[in-house]
């Protein structure tokens, strides 16, 4: 699908499109405005970013990614160990959800950002996450993922981060085997996302519930005001970009 495919976010007689991206920034480390930059090329409505800042003012540091982007904070952050979601002023807020999952001594802390919003008539769980380096608490975090998401009690849900596993891992697969892999169900600009210098392995993914319809999903590798510059210096990770069809 050529990259100028992707629908734009709209309301629909019955439905909403929005645009979803999942985005690894590394803590903000590398070029700042350079991260805006790709951000606010996706035009998404909702942002799941992945390693946002979790200490000395943090919360600063992610209101201004927001500023910069265009968007507001919605929920996470240091809160769920370093989940966070940022959305655009199309959506409505009904609640949010900040979860620290079981800490594994001698790893880091996870958690989930989670929120319930409604974007020109739809209701849709929202959940970020960052799961471990370790394979087995990794597919125990993924089970969690998904008892969450049923947990928010929506009739749509996405679900979008850096799993640290690739299609065929066991986390990633019992992702896949609830939810919608967007690139899977109907791939659109570029597959890998790691790293941004030698793109050679999928490890970060957007998901949907069932109901969802995917009209496009994938790395915005040639997507207009999306350089390879910026994609290189804004962090370590390639985003996802997702463009979903979300019945109201």
């Known amino acids: 699908m050529p990259l100028t495919d992707l629908p734009a976010s709209r309301t629909e007689n019955g439905s909403a499109v ?10 903000m480390r590398d070029d700042n405005a350079a991260l805006a930059r790709v951000i606010r090329a996706c035009d998404p409505d909702l942002v799941l970013i992945q390693e946002a800042p979790r200490f000395f003012r ?15 904070v919605l929920s996470g952050g240091a809160t769920a160990a370093g989940p966070l979601l940022l959305c655009s002023l199309r ?16 790893l880091h802390r996870r958690g989930f950002a989670a929120a319930v919003v409604r974007v020109g008539g739809a209701r849709l769980g929202v959940l970020s996450c960052h799961l471990s380096l370790q394979a087995d608490e990794r597919e125990a975090q993924a ?11 929506v009739p749509h849900a996405v679900a979008g981060g850096d799993l640290n596993d690739r299609p065929e891992g066991r986390a990633f697969r019992r992702l896949a ?27 970060d993914a957007v ?6 319809e995917v009209l496009g999903c994938g790395v915005p590798v040639g997507l207009a005001g999306v350089t390879e510059g910026d994609l290189r210096g804004a962090t370590d990770h390639l985003p996802v970009l997702a463009a979903l069809r979300v019945p109201v």
Request: net charge neutral.
């Open 18 to 27: 929005i645009r979803v991206l999942s985005y690894n920034i590394r803590s």
């Open 58 to 72: 943090w919360r600063k540091a992610a209101a201004r990614l927001a500023a910069a982007c265009d968007l507001v």
């Open 91 to 106: 959506a409505t807020v009904e609640r949010t959800e900040d979860v620290l999952l079981p800490l594994t001594p001698g």
């Open 143 to 153: 089970g969690l993922l998904l008892d969450h998401l049923a947990s928010l009690s």
């Open 177 to 203: 085997s609830a939810l919608q892999d967007c690139w899977a169900v109907r791939p659109w600009g570029a597959e890998y996302t790691s790293t941004p210098g030698d793109p050679h392995q999928r490890i």
């Open 207 to 212: 998901f949907a519930t069932a109901g969802v």
